[in-house]
C-alpha cells in the first residue's frame, strides 16, 4: 500500500513538472502588453539543433506599417530687408569731429554726404553746437551693417585720411583701422621724439610714401599718434616697418625688409 501510495505521488509530480515547463516555453515565446497585444521573442537555438536562416526569417515579424521616409532639411524663404529693422526706433550713432577738421569738412560736405546716403541709405546731418556728426537708419537702409560702415568712413575722415581713401571702407569688407602712439613702442622726449616722427615721415614724405605703397596701406601722422587703413595682414606689415623707425633702425635696413615683403607678396598673389 504504501508503495501503490509512493508511484502515484512521483506519477503526479512528474505531470506537474511538465505542465509547469510548458508553461514555461510559452511564457518565454509571447509577453503579453496592456493584456491585448503581444510582442514574439526570439528564442536562440542550442549549438546542436539544426538552425537554418530560413528559420529566422519565419519567427521575424514585419512591421506593417510603412518605413518613414528620408526628411530633408525645410527650407525657409529669405526674409526681408525691412524685416531686420525695428519699425518702433531707429539707431543714431554720433561721431566727434575735431577742431581742426571742423575746415575740411565743409570743404568735403558733398563728398561725405553723398555715399552715406546713396551707398548706405543712411540719414546725416552736421550738428555743429556739439561738433559731431550724427547718422541714422532710415527706411532705405537695406543692410544691417550699414551704420557702423557709416561710422568707420567718417571716423576716418575725421582721422586725417583722405575722402577717396575713406570711401574704400564702404566698398569693401576687409578693410580696418589701427591706430598706436610712438610712447606705445617707445618711451621719446624732445629731440629723441622729433627724430622719430622725422625717420617715420621721411625726407618729402619719401619714407611714409614707401610704406604705403610696399604694403598697400594708408597712413597719417599726427604728431605722436599713427593711423593705418588697410587689411589685417597689410597693417601688420606697415606697423613693423614703423615700430623699426621709431627703434632707431635706419631707413635703408626698413626698405631692404619691404623689398623682401612685397617680392613674397607678389609670389603668393601669383
Known amino acids: 500500500m504504501v508503495v501503490a501510495h509512493v508511484e502515484q505521488n512521483t506519477s503526479a509530480s512528474k505531470n506537474r513538472r511538465s505542465m509547469s515547463k510548458k508553461k514555461a516555453r510559452t511564457?518565454?515565446?509571447?509577453?503579453?502588453?496592456d493584456g491585448d497585444e503581444e510582442m514574439s521573442l526570439r528564442v536562440i537555438p542550442p549549438l546542436n539543433s539544426n538552425h537554418t536562416a530560413e528559420d529566422d526569417d519565419l519567427m521575424i515579424e514585419v512591421d506593417p506599417t510603412p518605413a518613414l521616409e528620408a526628411s530633408s532639411a525645410p527650407s525657409f524663404p529669405a526674409l526681408p530687408a525691412s524685416a531686420t529693422q525695428s519699425?518702433?526706433?531707429?539707431?543714431?550713432?554720433?561721431?566727434?569731429?575735431?577742431?581742426?577738421?571742423?575746415?575740411?569738412?565743409?570743404k568735403?560736405?558733398?563728398?561725405?554726404?553723398?555715399?552715406?546716403?546713396?551707398?548706405?541709405?543712411?540719414?546725416?546731418?552736421?550738428?555743429?553746437?556739439?561738433?559731431?556728426?550724427?547718422?541714422?537708419?532710415?527706411?532705405?537702409t537695406t543692410e544691417i551693417g550699414a551704420l557702423q560702415k557709416g561710422a568707420d568712413?567718417?571716423?576716418?575722415?575725421?582721422?586725417?585720411f583722405d575722402v577717396n581713401d575713406a570711401i574704400a571702407l564702404l566698398r569693401m569688407d576687409d578693410l580696418y583701422l589701427d591706430s598706436f602712439e610712438i610712447k606705445d613702442v617707445k618711451t621719446l622726449h624732445g629731440d629723441h621724439l622729433s627724430r622719430a616722427i622725422g625717420r617715420i615721415a621721411g625726407q618729402d614724405g619719401k619714407t611714409k610714401f614707401t610704406i604705403e605703397n610696399t604694403s598697400r596701406t594708408r597712413i597719417v601722422l599726427a604728431d605722436t599718434k599713427i593711423h593705418i587703413m588697410g587689411s589685417f595682414q597689410n597693417i601688420k606689415i606697415a606697423r613693423d616697418a614703423i615700430v623699426s623707425l621709431i627703434l632707431g633702425s635706419p631707413p635703408g635696413k626698413v626698405y631692404a625688409g619691404l623689398r623682401t615683403v612685397s617680392s613674397r607678396m607678389k609670389q603668393r598673389a601669383l
Open 27 to 33: 511564457a518565454a515565446n509571447t509577453i503579453q502588453v
Open 87 to 106: 519699425a518702433l526706433k531707429s539707431e543714431t550713432r554720433r561721431i566727434p569731429i575735431p577742431p581742426h577738421r571742423m575746415t575740411p569738412i565743409k
Open 108 to 140: 568735403d560736405w558733398i563728398n561725405i554726404f553723398s555715399p552715406l546716403t546713396e551707398i548706405l541709405g543712411l540719414q546725416v546731418r552736421m550738428n555743429v553746437q556739439r561738433r559731431c556728426l550724427e547718422i541714422r537708419t532710415s527706411k532705405a
Open 153 to 160: 568712413f567718417v571716423k576716418a575722415y575725421a582721422l586725417g
